[in-house]
């Protein structure tokens, strides 16, 4: 079972219907009976603010939203997305999912941002529950002569994909390894038509990774590194953008183990920014967008059993940097060197790499935004920013100074793998540079890539960010 959304010129009498208006005169006597407009009328006079009515009519819900007129345009739809949300949880309270959207705004985008909402608020994972209530997913019709059959196509094929990016941040390691998530890619490749490889050990060896190599150590399971590719006939660019996500697909710290409570319960998580690439490049493939994109994901797990390594030991990145291992809970940022110095082959126009690196960012921005940082332009930059606006995935940008680098020199290697607790999350980012060349951007996904609480549409565990963000700047960036 999935969600649904589709156009519809005609009301139907039998489904639950939420009315967007831009104040109540709009409603129309055959829209809501005379005694549902003085209840409407008297519930706005005795809380002027109040945006949200619901009326029920026993075999389904009316509700009307009245979105403030007086706030930024991206506010009003992210307002409506979230009340989307809401009236999806009024719905499944009644165990209704058809219903009809009626958009009566100026509003273009007001009716696809209302179903994004219920659609993406209706997400559960349930895989591994012996039992479940029946779960229901929204029918959505959408009553709205500003939007396109395409636009609702499109919508459908972004909120798949961050479903199943969902899917795979809420899949636990025991199911989920470095090599079935490979396994993963390649069904996905198979299926959207994008073109995907996967790396074994032996592979990754010979290519010197010696980053990925050296976490993978205190694991019985071999790492992987995967290739996707989208390289349309029509695409715009000649040299592509390079999307690098992390791939640790459990995150003990190693043997700087864990120990704070409450602090490896989510640790599968820690794959969020390869699980945003893949997402990122089904959404890219299945609406055919006309830009060259590549992506790559080093993935393994971090334990500490075997050989693992240990602080104090020298290892040698795929570029040849040596690198001082102070902390082996600082383990993303060596998997993602490899990487990234692994996309100077591709030439890149970009290169964005996405990952739950540092707790540092969690703490900054809570689960609300993401840190961003890096060696782009300023213009590239504000785009990137622009877009998360929009969809409501927003990047900070932290500062990048020279002064950060003496943070991570080392005594004894070129560069080691922490620079102290403070601006944590800018030397984790000084400690990526040193191995990418291109224009470069590193958002840091830790505090939004998985939330404990329901917030919205973003439901409880994996949120899927960075998916909406990377397909709809990457749509800006092919027009």
């Known amino acids: 079972m999935s969600f ?67 706030i930024k345009l991206n506010e009003r739809i992210e307002w ?10 009024k719905l ?21 941002a209302l179903a994004e909402g219920l659609v993406l608020g209706a997400y559960s994972f349930e895989k591994y529950k012996s039992e479940t209530k029946g779960t229901l997913f929204p029918e959505v019709g959408l009553l709205d002569e500003a939007i396109a059959l395409s636009q609702v196509e499109e919508l459908i094929r972004v909120c798949r994909a961050v479903y199943l990016t969902r899917d795979l ?37 010979a290519m010197k990774m010696g980053g990925l190599l050296a976490v993978n150590q205190g694991s019985i399971d071999p790492p992987t590194f995967t290739v ?12 592509p953008y390079v999307l690098v996500g992390k791939g640790v697909v459990f995150d003990t710290g190693g043997i700087n183990l864990k120990t704070p409570p409450g602090s490896l319960d989510t640790m599968k998580c ?38 693992a390594i240990v602080p ?33 082959n591709y030439k890149p126009r970009l290169v964005i790499d996405l990952a739950t690196l540092t707790g540092n960012a969690a703490i900054a921005l809570g689960e609300h935004g993401t840190v961003g940082m890096g060696t782009a332009d ?20 932290f500062p990048f100074w020279s002064d950060y680098d003496d943070l991570i020199k080392s005594e004894v290697a070129d560069i080691k793998n922490v620079g102290g607790r403070e601006g944590g999350a800018i030397t984790a980012g000084k400690f990526l540079s040193h191995f990418v060349d291109a224009p470069w951007l590193h958002l840091d996904i830790a505090g939004p890539a998985f939330i404990l609480k329901r917030a919205n549409y973003r439901g409880i565990g994996g949120t899927g960010v960075g998916v909406r963000l990377l397909y709809h700047f990457l749509k800006s960036q092919s027009k």
């Not at 999912?97 to 273009?108: E, G, P, Y």
């Not at 290892?315 to 809970?329: A, L, R, S, Y």
């Not at 877009?387 to 995935?393: A, L, Y």
């Open 4 to 70: 649904s959304i589709n156009k519809i010129s005609d009301i139907s009498e039998d489904k639950s219907l939420v009315f967007l208006v831009n104040d109540l005169t709009q409603l129309k006597s055959s829209d809501l009976s005379a005694d549902e407009m003085v209840y409407i009328r008297r519930k706005e006079a005795a809380d002027k603010k109040n945006r949200r009515f619901f009326i029920n009519r026993l075999n389904r819900l009316v509700a009307v939203l009245i979105p403030d007129q007086s």
């Open 80 to 89: 409506l997305r979230r009340e989307g949300a809401a009236c999806w949880n």
């Open 92 to 112: 499944k309270e009644e165990g209704l999912k058809q219903v009809q959207v009626v958009n009566l705004t100026d509003m273009k985008l007001a009716g696809l």
């Open 169 to 205: 941040v809420n899949e636990p390691v025991g199911t989920l390894n470095a090599v079935k998530l490979g396994s993963e890619v390649m069904s996905l490749a198979n299926q959207y038509g994008f073109k995907a490889e996967v790396f074994n050990k032996a592979k990754i060896e």
């Open 228 to 239: 996707l590719e989208w390289h349309p006939d029509n695409a715009v660019n000649s040299e």
């Open 270 to 307: 820690d794959m969020g920014g390869a699980a945003a690439v893949i997402g990122a490049f089904v959404a890219i493939a299945a609406n055919k967008l006309p830009v060259h994109v590549v992506g790559l994901i080093p993935a393994t797990d971090n334990r500490p059993g075997g050989n």
């Open 312 to 344: 104090g030991e020298v290892i040698k990145m795929h570029n040849g940097t040596t690198v001082e291992v102070m902390n082996t809970d600082a383990e993303g940022r060596l998997i993602l060197g490899d990487a990234l110095s692994f996309a100077a």
């Open 378 to 397: 300023d213009i590239i930059m504000k785009k990137l920013a622009d877009v998360g606006d929009e969809v409501c995935e927003r990047v900070v940008w």
